[in-house]
């Protein structure tokens, strides 16, 4: 079973930055896409930033301009630099890769922009 870990979660104050990465058990075949979503209690899961294996990213319009995804594909790490924070960006944060084997989460990292 491949488990996704993620990491670089934490209280942020407003206008700072945080950087989360991710990092799967082993190395997963035929990757399609690997992204960032997010979700708030109540809300559905939203997506934040996708990356694919030609290095075309994809960005929700909230964060376009202060978040930036990065991918390996050859080892099957994400990670996302987030700045300029914001009191709307907190949320549990979740790696997703997609594959030819399915589509594979992380258990989520709470991201919590406060002063």
């Known amino acids: 079973q491949v488990q996704l870990m993620e990491s670089g979660g934490g209280l942020v104050q407003p206008g700072g930055s945080l950087r989360l990465s991710c990092a799967a058990s082993?190395?997963?075949?035929?990757?399609?896409?690997m992204a960032w979503y997010r979700q708030v209690p109540g809300k559905e899961r939203e997506l934040v930033a996708s990356s694919s294996k030609v290095g075309t990213a994809v960005y929700g319009d909230s964060v376009k301009g202060r978040f930036t995804i990065s991918s390996d594909y050859a080892k099957n790490t994400l990670s996302l630099q987030m700045t300029d924070l914001r009191p709307e960006d907190t949320a549990v944060y979740y790696c997703?890769?997609?594959?030819?084997?399915?589509?594979?989460w992380g258990q989520g990292t709470q991201v919590t922009v406060s002063s």
């Open positions: 082993r190395i997963i075949s035929s990757i399609a896409l």
């Open positions: 997703n890769i997609h594959a030819l084997s399915g589509a594979y």
